[in-house]
């Protein structure tokens, strides 16, 4: 390999506040280009150049744009982060002959439907699910699966639409909810079965990033999920441990393995769900790309492993280093308004409150917005965000507890709400009511 150090095309740079950490670590080590569809902004002091296309989600014309800047200066590698964004990402892999170059493995992960379908012939451990249209489909499906049942769009990330549902009756009021939930990105997913009827199973939800070399799947960081607001499946929290005994129990590590055996996937970096059920691990879904909601950054709080290197290393195809250097416990709690149609005037932590072993406490939400809890927030709903490092879960906890009580909203009086009829809170400044943990 030439000194110089290697050439890595990034698609889309993602939401700063939750992905600025990966491509600042990736431009110590790496000469990154990043196609965009604006001219970039935070980005620009961890990058070496930029191409500003009309979509980052057409892959063909990414592809053919890939394949004029490669003649001037090939890459060694393409990476991309963004779930809308994984399927096109590949084809422009595949025009450049590198790793993770297969559009229909991609797109055997995003469609949930393809997912099942491959794992069911595989025999991996899943929920029933069956795809649906209509209602009265998707009646007759949870009929077969049986109640509670859980209805899942079947091509939407982050618990987006998801929602469990305990008779016919509740199928009836929340069907529209499933099917109609939209994602920013205009992917289109077999619009004749769009929505999943699936048996729901209980337990403890995990997810596990995992890095992949020609086949190989070694899981690195395991993520205890915290979710809230049901009977909708907000992901409020997560906690990471180093030492976690899922990581190294063979009965665990062979069921990740055979997942992605069974769906192709051979080389990159995955971001995959389960529940622990009674009768052990039952696949939720796989994503091909970094876990969301900051979980690689409580990974790297945890282990010292850097998952942005390690991410751009597997596109290259590097040798991959995956030694932990520190074990710890890592933990989020993310934070929402008590109401729909909230105005914010203001948003802050307190300084004089906050725990001083806190690692981070982020505000989200801008002065003016309106935000709303679950479920007409969902994932947008969130207005903070703080991260802790403890040596277990429970003082992680303890710790997050105290940081979120310090977060102080002020809201407007109605009249200056922007004209909007929201439901103001009064002119006061107060702890946000919400416990979420």
Known sequence: MSSERPRLLLIAS???VFREYLLRSIGTRFRVHLFHTAEPTWEREYITGWTVLPSTIDGPAMAREALRLNDAGPFDGVLCWDEGRIHATAHVAEALGLRCGDPAMIW???????????????GVPQPRSVKVGTLAQALAAAEEVGYPAILKPRGLGASLGVVRVDDPERLR?????????KAPDPVVYASDHPVLVEQCVTGEEVSVDSVVADGKVTPLFLARKVVGFPPYAEEIGHYVDADDPLLTDTAFTSILQATHTALGFRDGWTHTE???TGTGPKLIEVNGRLGGDLIPYLGELATGIDPGLLAAAAACGHELDIRPTRRRVAGIRFCYVDRDDTTIAAIRFDPA????????AVTIAQPGAVMSPPPK?????RVAYVTAVADSIAECARTLDAAQASLRITTPPLEESLGRPVIALGDEERPLGRNVG
């Open 108 to 122: 055997r992960l995003r469609d949930k439907a393809q997912t099942r379908a491959a794992l069911a012939e595989a």
């Open 274 to 276: 389960y529940m622990l």
């Open 173 to 181: 009021e929340m069907f529209a909810f499933t099917r109609d939930t």
């Open 377 to 381: 927030g969902t994932v947008w709903g």
């Open 14 to 16: 993602g939401w700063q």
């Open 353 to 360: 409150t906050l725990p001083s072993n806190l690692d981070q």
